[in-house]
């Protein structure tokens, strides 16, 4: 559940924050202020980034500009500054401002071209998911092997049905989290350290990965990979968009956020109604979170912006609908950041070495599997995001690289949903196996 991405708001409701001795000490609590705040960084962040200056030219050749709209805003967590738990701002992104991003950078896609990428992109994000199975029993036994009674316990704190949740966040989402709380059923308290295991770890790795972004070519060619797919799909999307570009009229704006929130609004309106009505027609269908209105949203806005790319609506593109949609990603990105705390890393460093050691076998089995298919980074670094991260980080991800690729993130992380609870159960049960008793 990297940065609390597709989380449903319930699941943080069950349990309390492991950051709660810091609840009461922010210095800014009004929502109002902390998004001027995040806007005034992402206008400083972007402004340096384009700047003619050559220092900063050469810092942003090291460190891409998405990793610091991401990091800054964690800052402001860190030195508490702001309470990630008391603000609703990643709540008003995910739930209206993603959507709205997926509408907008879909719109103008060629999915003939994104089925031409290959299998590749396919066979990283399964490798991402074995990784996170095998990776869960692993860690156990190598930090059990040094201090049994860190990943031991019994009846409910028994380490193990703890580490479930992070498994089917891990593989799916926010959704498969909670169903394997259901199944496994962990103490309260076990739980939120869990979440706090779950967002820092991943969240760590998605530096890293946002690193990677800016030395890609140099990845490529240690992995020896073939990126002409990709680069042919950025290409085409790069002269559709000069072709068709133009000053926006006023009209036109209206209508990008017409489409973009009228989408947004239908879809949040069926998936009201579909969750419910599976959830009493088909209790059993649970495992493929089609009971969580989080996964039939972001499925019906990219399906909806798939079919638009169909349409004339194709040619609000040269209006600037892929770059509105990027600013909302860019908002949701800030707001993630505010979700990292790292002062949790003291509070549990035990588990948080398990994390580590878990996060590590995922990594470097992905990058095993790139250097042997010799895949683009681009496919390795999606294929995990969307395992770990879901339906919001990987468009993310995907769009730090080219805006035209975030689609390829939103359909891996969609299958993540239906393989998530399988996958989070299997490893669950191999954690239980090999757990000290």
């Known amino acids: 559940m990297p940065f609390l991405t597709e989380r449903l708001i319930a699941p943080l409701t069950l349990v309390a924050d492991v950051s709660s001795e810091h609840a009461n000490t922010a210095m800014i609590t009004n929502d109002a202020v902390i ?7 992402l206008a400083l962040i972007f402004w340096s980034a384009n700047s003619q ?21 964690s800052l402001l ?18 739930r209206f401002l993603l959507p709205a991003s997926l509408v907008l950078l879909t719109i103008s896609i060629d999915l003939k071209e994104i089925i031409g990428l290959g299998p590749k992109a396919l066979i990283m994000f399964l490798v991402g998911s074995l990784g996170v199975v095998l990776g869960g ?30 498994a089917g966040s891990w593989i799916g989402g926010g959704a498969n989290q909670v169903a394997l709380k259901e199944i496994f059923l962990p103490s309260n308290d076990l739980f939120s350290v869990m979440i706090a295991v779950d967002v820092i770890v991943a969240e760590i790795w998605m530096l890293f990965l ?14 020896k990979a073939d990126t002409s797919a990709v680069e042919r799909l950025k290409l085409k999307m790069d002269q559709f968009s000069q072709n068709s570009a133009r000053i926006p009229k006023t009209h036109e704006l ?42 039939w949203m972001i499925v019906l806005v990219t399906i909806v912006g798939i079919a638009m790319s169909f349409t004339r609506l ?5 209006a600037g609908a892929s770059k509105i949609g990027t600013v909302f990603i860019y908002i949701l990105v800030a707001t993630i950041g505010l979700k990292m705390d790292i002062r949790a890393l003291a509070e549990h460093p035990g588990l948080f070495v398990v994390g580590g050691v878990w996060m590590s076998f995922h990594v470097g089995l992905m990058v ?23 339906a919001a980080s990987a468009p993310v991800v995907a769009a730090a690289f080219h805006p035209s690729l975030a689609p390829v993130g939103v359909l891996l992380a969609v299958l993540g949903y239906a393989l998530g609870t399988y996958g989070g159960w299997l490893s669950a049960l191999m954690m239980q196996a090999v757990s000290p008793t």
């Open 35 to 41: 998004f001027g705040i995040l806007m005034s960084l």
């Open 53 to 73: 200056f050559q220092i900063l030219k050469s810092f942003y050749k090291i460190f891409p500009m998405l990793l610091l709209c991401y990091f800054l805003p």
């Open 77 to 94: 967590t860190f030195f508490g500054v702001v309470d990630p738990n008391k603000t609703q701002l990643y709540s008003m992104a995910s």
């Open 137 to 166: 029993p692993i860690a156990i036994l190598v930090v059990g092997f040094f201090d049994p009674q860190l990943v031991g316990g019994s009846g409910p704190d028994a380490v193990w049905r703890g580490l479930s949740t992070v």
């Open 210 to 223: 946002l690193l990677g972004v800016a030395n890609a070519d140099a990845i490529d060619r240690f992995f």
């Open 254 to 295: 209206f209508a990008i956020g017409g489409v973009a929130f009228g989408s947004t609004a239908a879809c949040h309106w069926a998936a009201d109604w579909l969750a419910p009505w599976f959830t009493v027609n088909y209790p059993n269908l649970k495992q493929f979170s089609l009971h969580s209105d989080f996964f």
């Open 314 to 318: 194709k040619n609000l593109e040269g």
């Open 368 to 390: 095993l599997a790139a250097w042997l298919i010799r895949a683009p980074y681009f496919f390795l670094a999606v294929g995990s995001k969307a395992n770990i991260g879901g």
